[in-house]
């Protein structure tokens, strides 16, 4: 079973960091692009960010380029989200999601997710 | 504001269809056959129905169709049930490293 566990959200200041973890299980991570997805509290959705299965190559909405990077571990099978200069709009759950085709490429479709993780910011 | 445009809100009875729409641009919706929908209830994450403008992934019912023309896309659900009742989001491959782009979503209530 396809399993995806987010943590290290919570609280922060105005112009602060968090880094965002996703630990992935039940199939072989190393195959697979993944990507962050978030949503603010009662709004819709938005793609932060991919990154291929490789690591190689990501990808960023203009939204957060300049101030977040993704990065992935495929020895641990962790995703990574490294957030800079916070703003009081990055309040949101933010998801872990698998592409789902295992050639390796951003397909730009999220086919399994993770429970999600609460990042607010706030002074 | 939302890159693609959907309804608030829709509703049906049991056993009828809705059809709810999702309206992009010629940069967007237009130019790409990589429009997507998700059904997400209350407090849970988002689930995949449609990929590929009209492809479902294993294990979705085919009461859940897609469908595009032109900038405007589609989420046909015939045959309603009571677990339907949900949010329903599409989304869209917009170039330029732009990997998706979603509406704003639509809430879907059986009546």
């Known amino acids: 079973e396809v399993q995806l566990v987010e943590s290290g959200g919570g609280v922060v200041k105005p112009g602060g960091s968090l880094r965002l973890s996703c630990v992935a299980s039940?199939?072989?991570?190393?195959?697979?692009?993944m990507n962050w997805v978030r949503q603010a509290p009662g709004k819709g959705l938005e793609w932060v960010s991919g990154?291929?299965?490789?690591?190689?190559?990501?990808y960023y909405a203009d939204s957060v380029r300049g101030r977040f990077t993704i990065s992935r571990d495929n020895s641990k099978d962790t995703l990574y989200l490294h957030m800079n200069s916070l703003r009081v709009d990055d309040t949101a759950v933010y998801y872990c999601?698998?592409?789902?085709?295992?050639?390796?490429?951003?397909?730009?479709?999220?086919?399994?997710w993770g429970q999600g993780s609460l990042v607010s910011v706030s002074s | 504001q939302s890159a693609l445009t959907q309804p608030r809100s829709v509703s049906g009875s049991p056993g009828q269809s809705v059809t709810i729409s999702c309206t992009g641009t010629?940069?967007?919706?237009?130019?790409?056959?990589?429009v997507s929908w998700y059904q997400q209830h209350p407090d849970k994450a988002p689930k995949l129905l449609i990929f590929?403008?009209?492809k479902r992934p294993s294990g979705v019912p085919d009461r859940f169709s897609g469908s595009k023309t032109g900038n405007a896309a589609s989420l046909t659900i015939s045959g309603l049930q009571p677990v339907d009742e949900a949010d329903y989001y599409c989304?869209?491959?917009?170039?330029?490293?732009?990997?998706?782009?979603f509406g704003g979503g639509t809430t879907l209530t059986v009546l």
């Open positions: 999601a698998r592409d789902p085709f295992d050639y390796g490429g951003n397909s730009g479709y999220f086919h399994h």
């Open positions: 039940g199939f072989t991570f190393s195959q697979f692009a």
């Open positions: 990154t291929r299965a490789s690591g190689l190559d990501t």
């Open positions: 010629s940069s967007d919706v237009g130019a790409y056959n990589y």
């Open positions: 590929d403008v009209h």
């Open positions: 989304a869209s491959f917009a170039g330029n490293n732009n990997l998706a782009v």
